[in-house]
């Protein structure tokens, strides 16, 4: 059983280990913990009241206790064993506590180390990166179709273009046809809705100047 664990960066055990540890009913533990003649500071500080799940899935509070909260708890448990058990604990919360300090030192040495090397890695792929990015950014752009607004000057274009030319009704809804239909036969689309926003203004500029294959 670990007596002594690391949460938050400080060596902490709970209620229900010293249940286990001192052979007592959790629920007695609790009521010790409770009923501590304590500062109410010194109650936030050293003991937090959390949830665990038990093997049968049901959920009971238990209490995180600090070091200290250990010691202020465990003072009035007395006999053989429970001086064993204190001793114990002591010696595992001295062992938790040079864990902590021992590899402060070197954890922030790699640390910075490591922050150092990943800047120089990054600084080393920035101009690939930005090259990519601009390869993505054209990608996109060339791939986007029109916008409503923009399918809207295309209607606009054709519907000018084919009110030039002089034709009953009939004659010029076959006009619009045939100029729709030379919009997607040349720029390879379905409709004039899928042309590329890249391709807008040479659209436009071929709907200007474009004429029937029979003059009306």
């Not at 049901?58 to 250990?70: A, N």
């Not at 090259?131 to 209607?155: A, C, F, P, Y």
Request: hydrophobic share 35%; net charge neutral; with cysteine.
């Amino acid at each position: 059983m670990n007596l002594v664990r690391i949460e938050n960066g400080r060596p902490v055990t709970d209620s229900l280990t010293v249940a286990e540890t001192f052979g007592k009913e959790h629920r007695r533990v609790m009521q010790d913990v409770r009923e501590l003649e304590c500062s109410e500071e010194f109650n936030q500080h050293n003991f937090v009241q959390i949830d665990y799940t038990d093997s049968r899935n049901r959920t009971y509070p238990k209490y995180l206790i600090t070091e200290q909260g250990f010691a202020f708890l465990v003072m009035g448990y007395t006999g053989k064993e429970a001086a064993r058990f204190k001793e114990m604990y002591i010696s595992e919360f001295g062992r938790m506590r040079e864990q902590l300090q021992r590899p402060v030192a070197l954890d922030s040495q790699a640390a910075i180390s490591i922050a150092l090397r990943q800047t120089a890695d990054m600084m080393d792929k920035l101009p690939q990166i930005e090259t990519r990015l601009e390869e993505i950014d054209n990608k996109v752009e060339t791939q986007i179709t029109l916008t409503q607004g923009e399918q809207r000057r295309v209607q606009r274009a054709v519907s000018s273009r084919v009110y030039e030319f002089p034709a009953d009704t009939e004659e010029r809804s076959k006009l619009f046809r045939e100029l729709y239909r030379d919009i997607k036969d040349r720029w390879g689309v379905p409709s004039y809705r899928d042309v590329l926003r890249k391709d807008l203004q040479s659209v436009i500029k071929y709907v200007d100047a474009w004429h029937p294959r029979k003059e009306v």
